[in-house]
């Protein structure tokens, strides 16, 4: 018979190794039999609504356990009700996952009324895309260039204050001198696309470039709308001509500020979970998410309806949101006049 210190020691990794098994299994087993609410905070029809369902339909495949996946709009502000409720109503266990409007880490940044979110604390699974956002106009307006915005009035459709396509078109009025009349209000991009084609608008504040070219290739074919300008870090190929907010003013700091703004397009589709999931949780979401994005099914999906697909990793993604709320006190500062954030 061995002594009990040397049974002791002999049967640790024993022990060891039927314990790590179990631990690691315990974040597959959880989701066995259970439902994901995929929360989008806009209304349907648009590239945020179709990127998040296209996500949760191949998502799925891949998390252990194959729970549904169960898409849900939540309309409110531009993303912010959503992003709320996600923070302070929805389950801490990875079975709430939100389609993150872009622009809700500057508005955090910048101290936004009504923001009872901390980005810092979401759980980042993955971006399906860093394309860049643009400010457009209709055809009949007449509108093809930024210089002529500098000149008269031009009349663009948002959905609210928290949202890109109310605050890039303030931030170029503010530094830019563009003379940009915001109308505000509207549930989703689909809801602008119609006010621009009944004439209630000119144009729409900020849509995704990638956007226009999977929801409406036609009117791009049919030049029925022009690119005025792009929200980016750097030009996109495909729009070589259309000028960077950036690039249109001198001042070293408002451009400091505009490239703050532009920043959240490098997680401009992005997929979050609420605070405090477990980390082994957040693990199997990020590597479900990774794995769906180069499932040969989804890339030809994507394909057929004009979406790109230029992921970034949910660690990178956190990262990004991450640096937007902690940029540099002078640059927060100047954006906040232009985003409505608090004192």
Same mark, same amino acid.
């Given at each position: 018979?061995?002594?009990?210190?040397?049974? %002791? $020691?002999?049967?640790?990794?024993?022990?060891?190794?039927? &314990?790590?098994?179990?631990?690691?299994?315990? %974040?597959?087993?959880?989701?066995?039999?259970? &439902? #994901?609410?995929?929360?989008?905070?806009?209304?349907?029809?648009?590239?945020?609504?179709?990127?998040?369902?296209?996500?949760?339909?191949?998502?799925?495949?891949?998390?252990?356990?194959?729970?549904?996946?169960?898409?849900?709009?939540?309309?409110?502000?531009?993303?912010?009700?959503?992003?709320?409720?996600?923070?302070?109503?929805?389950?801490?266990?990875?079975?709430?996952?939100?389609?993150?409007?872009?622009?809700?880490?500057?508005?955090?940044?910048?101290?936004?009324?009504?923001?009872?979110?901390?980005?810092?604390?979401?759980?980042? #699974?993955?971006? &399906?895309?860093?394309?860049?956002?643009?400010?457009? /106009?209709?055809?009949? &307006?007449?509108?093809?260039?930024?210089?002529?915005?500098?000149?008269?009035?031009?009349?663009?459709?948002?959905?609210?204050?928290?949202?890109?396509?109310?605050?890039?078109?303030?931030? $170029?009025?503010?530094?830019?001198?563009?003379?940009?009349?915001?109308?505000?209000?509207?549930?989703?991009?689909?809801?602008?696309? #119609?006010?621009?084609?009944?004439?209630?608008?000119?144009?729409?504040?900020?849509?995704?470039?990638?956007?226009?070219?999977?929801?409406?290739?036609?009117?791009?074919?049919?030049?029925?709308?022009?690119?005025?300008?792009?929200?980016?870090?750097?030009?996109?190929?495909?729009?070589? +001509?259309?000028?960077?907010?950036?690039?249109?003013?001198?001042?070293?700091?408002?451009?400091?500020?505009?490239?703050?703004?532009?920043? +959240?397009?490098?997680?401009?589709?992005?997929?979050?979970?609420?605070?405090?999931?477990?980390?082994?949780?957040?693990?199997?979401?990020?590597?479900?998410?990774?794995?769906?994005?180069? +499932?040969?099914?989804?890339?030809?999906?994507?394909?057929?309806?004009?979406?790109?697909? /230029?992921?970034?990793?949910?660690?990178?993604?956190?990262? #990004?949101? /991450?640096?937007?709320?902690?940029?540099?006190?002078?640059?927060?500062?100047?954006?906040?006049?232009?985003?409505?954030?608090?004192?």
């Amino acid at each position: 018979m061995l002594r009990p210190a040397l049974h %002791a $020691l002999l049967t640790l990794p024993l022990i060891a190794a039927a &314990t790590v098994p179990a631990a690691a299994q315990s %974040a597959a087993d959880f989701y066995k039999g259970r &439902t #994901i609410q995929m929360i989008i905070g806009v209304s349907a029809g648009g590239d945020y609504d179709l990127r998040a369902r296209l996500v949760a339909r191949y998502m799925t495949k891949y998390i252990p356990g194959n729970p549904k996946i169960v898409p849900q709009n939540m309309l409110g502000a531009g993303g912010l009700v959503a992003a709320n409720w996600l923070a302070n109503v929805a389950p801490k266990d990875g079975t709430a996952m939100l389609a993150i409007s872009s622009n809700l880490p500057v508005g955090q940044a910048v101290g936004l009324d009504g923001v009872k979110y901390d980005i810092r604390k979401f759980g980042y #699974i993955g971006n &399906t895309t860093d394309s860049p956002n643009v400010i457009n /106009s209709w055809h009949s &307006t007449g509108v093809t260039k930024i210089e002529q915005v500098m000149e008269k009035e031009f009349v663009v459709g948002a959905t609210g204050r928290s949202s890109g396509s109310y605050y890039y078109p303030a931030a $170029l009025n503010t530094f830019a001198g563009t003379k940009f009349k915001i109308v505000f209000g509207y549930p989703g991009g689909a809801d602008v696309n #119609i006010a621009m084609e009944r004439g209630e608008v000119g144009g729409r504040g900020s849509n995704l470039w990638a956007s226009w070219k999977s929801t409406r290739p036609q009117w791009l074919a049919e030049k029925k709308i022009h690119m005025l300008v792009q929200v980016a870090l750097k030009r996109h190929p495909e729009l070589p +001509d259309v000028p960077l907010m950036q690039e249109l003013v001198k001042n070293e700091l408002h451009k400091q500020v505009l490239t703050f703004i532009s920043a +959240d397009t490098g997680i401009a589709r992005s997929i979050v979970t609420a605070p405090d999931v477990p980390t082994d949780r957040i693990a199997l979401l990020r590597q479900a998410f990774d794995a769906a994005m180069k +499932d040969p099914a989804l890339i030809k999906e994507a394909e057929q309806a004009g979406q790109d697909i /230029s992921p970034t990793s949910g660690a990178e993604a956190q990262q #990004i949101a /991450s640096s937007i709320v902690n940029a540099p006190p002078e640059v927060v500062a100047g954006a906040k006049p232009i985003l409505g954030g608090g004192k």
